[in-house]
């Protein structure tokens, strides 16, 4: 059966009855597949498969523990043959072409009148893979354009109307590779992007050239769109119909606004869901090779964004203080822990534009950060770690690698993260 004999199309067999012979795994499988889709399945085989035996006691289908008659094939709209006897199979196909009845016969599929598709399900869309008759063949392609579906390779954005929606997707400190799957896939999907500043930026130069972007991105001090107005931006295309995609950088509910956001979405009767992301204050360190805990250094951490809410964090070595849009407050937040009791030589680690190829690490300590900042000219995004985690850094200087911080038993060397070599570093220490 060549590749031109074929029409594809589906069958919407809901409420239809048909007709499976064989009870071993394959039956099973076509079995529970034409259950899936609504139809009145009766079973024909001596024996069954204890799958079968399960789906026939819960009255989810009808099994005749019997050899197959001709007569069954009388008033049934499709007919799945997989008894493993071919001529048992072929005398079904032949009684099912006799009634101009679709037959699959799993015996031989160059003789059989119709073909089963390798079939997945990625959101609303199906895919039904045939290969010439090859199934595995037919699933190793499937399995291809459905892993190409959820990672957004492959469009899934709807072409006709639909209900509005909002996604508030984290998508990581800007490096493309770290957005999640599921976010990737929405973006594909999306009829309008409502983009931050900040986040894999790249990703949008992939959008379908009848995708509106609709920038809305803030700097420290600086907000050009308030975010009143980003909340009503989001509502109003969802409720014209569109698929919305507010891509933001990290994720949306770590300093984010996203929560405002989804409760102004929810208030006004728009369906919205949450894509986390991998948030700057643990993957920004990461990136100089900064852990924000470590045995033996430090059991807890805390996220702030600026001087006045160090007050409530513990002024200690041994507890990291992450700090994100720090950098133009960094003298008056080192003075107030300072100030708190943190000693001046507490390692403080600065990360600029974290896993972008201009990443740049500074190191210094409590006392002379702000004035070493200064000098080399940091500035957002930059993520500040402030504690002894900053030692364990592959860019600290050999000065903070002191031996009592080791996680390793005695005689063993410790290691440390590698860092990124694929990019350009500049490591500025004091």
């Avoid at 995708?211 to 803030?218: D, N, P």
């Avoid at 903070?400 to 220490?429: C, E, G, I, M």
Wanted: glycine share 10%; charged share 20%; hydrophobic share 40%.
């Amino acid at each position: 059966m060549a590749i031109q004999d074929i029409y594809p199309t589906a069958l919407r067999l809901l409420g239809r009855p048909v007709l499976v012979v064989g009870g071993g795994p394959v039956a099973t499988r076509r079995a529970k597949g034409l259950l899936d889709a609504g139809a009145r399945v009766t079973v024909v085989a001596p024996a069954a498969s204890a799958g079968l035996e399960e789906l026939a006691d819960a009255g989810l289908l009808a099994w005749e523990q019997r050899p197959y008659r001709t007569s069954d094939v009388d008033g049934v709209w499709f007919v799945q043959t997989a008894t493993g006897d071919s001529a048992v199979d072929s005398r079904v196909s032949a009684d099912a072409e006799a009634q101009r009845v679709w037959c699959v016969n799993a015996s031989d599929h160059e003789a059989s009148a119709a073909w089963t598709p390798a079939v997945a399900v990625v959101d609303d869309v199906q895919i039904a893979v045939n290969a010439g008759g090859d199934p595995r063949r037919a699933m190793a392609l499937r399995d291809a354009v459905a892993t190409a579906l959820e990672t957004g390779d492959l469009p899934l954005r709807r072409r006709r109307a639909s209900a509005g929606s909002v996604a508030l997707v984290g998508g990581g400190p800007g490096d493309t590779g770290l957005i999640t799957v599921r976010g990737r896939r929405l973006l594909g999907q999306a009829d309008v992007v409502v983009a931050d500043r900040l986040g894999p930026r790249e990703l949008l130069k992939e959008l379908a050239p009848d995708v509106r972007v609709i920038e809305v991105g803030k700097t420290p001090g600086h907000h050009p769109v308030p975010q009143a107005e980003i909340n009503r931006i989001l509502v109003d295309e969802a409720l014209a119909g569109h698929r919305v995609v507010r891509l933001k950088g990290g994720d949306p509910y770590v300093l984010g606004r996203g929560g405002e956001e989804a409760e102004y979405c929810r208030q006004h009767g728009v369906e919205v869901e949450v894509v986390s992301g991998v948030t700057s204050a643990i993957s920004v360190p990461a990136a100089a090779g900064i852990p924000v805990t470590h045995r033996g250094l430090a059991k807890g951490f805390s996220v702030v964004t600026g001087h006045e809410e160090l007050s409530e964090v513990p002024a200690r070595a041994d507890h990291t203080i992450v700090l994100l849009m720090g950098v133009g407050q960094l003298r008056e937040s080192a003075a107030a822990l300072a100030g708190a009791g943190l000693p001046q030589d507490t390692p403080v680690g600065i990360v600029e534009n974290g896993y972008l190829p201009n990443q740049r690490v500074t190191i210094g300590t409590l006392g002379s950060i702000a004035d070493r900042a200064e000098a080399t000219g940091v500035a957002n995004p930059a993520v500040i770690v402030i504690g002894d985690v900053v030692r364990v850094s592959p860019f600290a200087p050999s000065h903070f690698k002191t031996a009592d911080y080791s996680t390793t038993t005695p005689n063993q060397p410790r290691t440390t993260p590698s860092p990124q070599t694929s990019r350009t570093t500049r490591v500025l220490t004091t």
